[in-house]
């Protein structure tokens, strides 16, 4: 599966962004998508993923510095999942990527084989 992530850019503490993943491929739907960011000087650490639907069920994963804030979701019927941001902190500056991976719940980069090239999230304060 191919992976593209859009959507970043340039905005104000407090703000909203919805960050894009677009997967190519006819097995999108059997992947877990995880959200992963990466700031200057520091390791890349993970955000968010969701799982394959079960019928309309899917499970979600947050780190605990995004819960509440940001909300993840897939629309398969567009290969598509989707990073809702609100709240955005300056702390939350990073590119961001996507990756897929076909275990349910990691959290771990090297836990995901597929990965998609980032988007630049700058949150100004």
């Known amino acids: 599966v191919q992976l593209q992530a859009s959507g970043g850019g340039l905005v104000q503490a407090g703000d909203s962004l919805r960050l894009s993943c677009a997967a190519s491929?006819?097995?999108?739907?059997?992947?877990?998508i995880g959200w992963f960011r990466q700031a200057p000087g520091k390791e890349r650490e993970f955000v968010a993923s969701i799982t394959p639907s079960a019928g309309s069920v899917v499970s979600t994963r947050y780190a605990d510095s995004v819960r509440g804030r940001f909300t993840i979701s897939r629309d398969n019927a567009k290969s598509t999942v989707y990073l809702q941001m609100n709240s955005l902190k300056p702390e939350d500056t990073a590119v961001y990527y996507c990756a897929a991976t076909t275990l349910k719940y990691p959290t771990f980069v090297g836990q995901y084989a597929y990965w998609g090239q980032g988007t630049l999230v700058t949150v100004s304060s």
């Open positions: 491929g006819r097995t999108f739907s059997t992947y877990t």
